[in-house]
């Protein structure tokens, strides 16, 4: 089944990737763009293709002020895509007077990452992005990053979030987890308690004892995803999600943790990050190869997977678009707010 690409923020390049001055391609919503950072240091995503004659401005493109100027006859283009030099012309063509030759996405930089706002009619942003505190706190690390392409769409790689049973069939959780899910407008909260080996102070770990172990997830839109894990120590994965087309896609994985932790803790943290980085791998092959079943035969230990598929219907600009007609319901033990 193919989905429409869904609006919202994403995730196009961590703020590290470029400096002031530089300039990079991107192929992201089917569409082949820009990115480049004006002298004054803002960040800028357009239209790749100059209108004059159709050189590709990331290939060869310079950045001239706060403008970006076209490799082939040194055109150049403002941060809005307005044409504002022709440097062997004595005016600038009257169609390009006063208005964008090119579509500059909205862009935000926030949470150590450049964000553009996509949608398919080029509408201004209908909601903002999350702030983590934890990225702007000098106490905590520098990103752990991983990133993955994969042949799925976002609608059918965020399913699992609500897709309980999977946890313990695809990624050998001891016992079906317990989370409370709640979705309100463009958000999605999980409270997921799970049984581990209990921690003392010290870090060591005593596998005849369990106790909770709580994943906080919070969704904000399609394209961002915070998790926090909390037992006795914490870490924070920013989680994102860009389509590259309607039916591949670029998922990162970013994980912060606290400095002032002790080695025990350190090296725990470090095999928690590697266990989850390791179990993206079972998700992979059934995500490339499964099928979307528009009516599927659910049962009542199911999460709340006709309540998630109407919740991310709002992100496709025709609705009708999402497939998200009736799907068979069950009785959950989940707890779930609005929709």
Request: proline share 6%; glycine share 6%.
């Amino acid at each position: 089944m193919e989905f429409p690409i869904p609006f919202g923020w994403y995730a196009v390049a961590y703020s590290d990737d470029i400096s002031a001055g530089d300039v990079l391609p991107l192929h992201y919503f089917n569409e082949h763009m820009v990115l480049f950072r004006t002298e004054d240091g803002v960040a800028t995503v357009m239209q790749a293709y100059c209108p004059h004659l159709g050189a590709h401005l990331g290939y060869g493109g310079k950045v001239r002020g706060n403008s970006i100027a076209c490799p082939f006859h040194a055109w150049e283009f403002n941060t809005a895509g307005e044409c504002v030099n022709v440097p062997y012309a004595t005016s600038i063509p009257k169609q390009a007077q006063g208005k964008p030759c090119l579509y500059s996405y909205p862009v935000r930089e926030c949470n150590r990452m450049i964000w553009a706002w996509y949608h398919p009619r080029r509408l201004a942003p209908l909601f903002e992005l999350d702030n983590i505190t934890e990225l702007k706190d000098p106490n905590w690390s520098e990103f752990d990053l991983y990133e993955w392409e994969i042949n799925s769409c976002i609608q059918e790689t965020g399913e699992n979030g609500v897709d309980i049973a999977h946890f313990v069939y695809v990624h050998n959780a001891r016992e079906m987890p317990k989370a409370a899910i709640t979705l309100d407008g463009h958000k999605r909260d999980t409270d997921m308690v799970t049984k581990g080996p209990a921690i003392d102070e010290a870090g060591n770990l005593d596998f005849n004892k369990l106790e909770n172990s709580h994943l906080t997830s919070k969704n904000c839109g399609p394209g961002m995803t915070t998790q926090v894990f909390s037992r006795a120590f914490k870490t924070v994965m920013l989680g994102t999600v860009t389509p590259i087309t309607q039916n591949r896609l670029i998922l990162r994985f970013a994980f912060t943790k606290p400095l002032d932790i002790s080695d025990s803790f350190n090296i725990l943290t470090d095999g928690m990050i590697a266990e989850i980085v390791r179990q993206v791998q079972f998700d992979i092959p059934i995500w490339e190869n499964k099928i979307y079943r528009e009516t599927p035969l659910l049962c009542d230990g199911d999460g709340p997977i006709a309540k998630y598929r109407k919740w991310f219907s709002q992100f496709y600009d025709d609705p009708d678009a999402g497939i998200i007609r009736s799907v068979p319901s069950a009785d959950h033990t989940i707890t779930e707010q609005r929709k």
